[in-house]
């Protein structure tokens, strides 16, 4: 049995509500404007959301810039997947290193500490993209916390394979990634593609200042092979529930079940019952891989070093 993960920093080095953010801010109020009850029920009831225009163009200038000074100066490292294989009684770790792909964490101290990306440094400390969402998403969600990346993809093909971001057991449950790429044309590829099953899937450019949110836990997703260099910046945003939140949630979703019944196009009312409740379920993400076997085994290929460790993890 497989099972992937993402590798993460402890819970002592990401922002929480008890980390006040500092007085002077340097954005504009665009995406606190953005964050709507439209975005929210988007988020909610479809899984994902995409906002273009979410902060003002100069403002994302200075982000890039910044992004671009970490990468020139070394300071960002490989992406890796890391893939947990259950062998009996042992449990065997894999690093599956990606092509062209580099990185870096806002939370660590050796980013946080420097004067020369101010910019970036706020996006984190002051909870920019997780402080307007904690205000508007319900308390049922229990948001807590949040972590922020920087990326860098190379282009030369490189790219993400299918994936969740988590099965839930590290607290990660919203994702929000916010593109830094100008005069990105179709034929420049890296495009994220959501997988909001059993719908059809939702392929979105990584254009300037473009932001997608998406369920961390629920939502599969794959970036496609980048042409040219590409930034991103993301925010993974944490919840820690209260003892209310399943009643509290379950209720929510209650209600979006006769609508969500009536969207599968079966006849059976019996087995559209059935079928809707499976997709409710933790099940739904076994589901989704074999109905995308193929593809997921192309984007596993496409996206990593043809290592001995990526070969054994194909098999």
Known sequence: MQRWTRS???????????????PQVRIGANWNTSVTSELVDGLLTDGYYVVRNAFPEGYLHHLRDEMKLLRTSGQLYPNSTHILLNDGP????????????????????????????PFLRDFFEQQVVFGPLLQAMPAWVGLAGH?????????RGACFPMHFDTYGDDGKCVTAVLYLNEEWGHEDG???????????RIVVQPRFGEMVLFSSQQMLHRVMPSVKPRYALTTWMYHSPSPTAKTESSSFYRNLEHVAEQALDVENVSFRAMLAKILRSPFRRHLVKLAYEDEWAQSLRESHLQTEAARAASD
Request: aromatic share 4%; proline share 8%; glycine share 4%.
């Open 90 to 117: 042992k449990t065997k770790t894999l690093l599956l290193e990606k092509h062209d792909i580099l990185e870096t964490e806002l939370a660590l101290d050796a980013v946080r500490d420097q004067t020369s990306v």
């Open 8 to 22: 993460l920093l402890g819970r002592s080095s990401f922002s929480s509500l008890q980390s006040p953010p500092p």
């Open 147 to 155: 972590m922020v990346k920087v990326q860098h993809n190379a282009g």
């Open 190 to 200: 890296g495009e994220i593609v959501l997988y909001p099953f059993p719908k059809s």
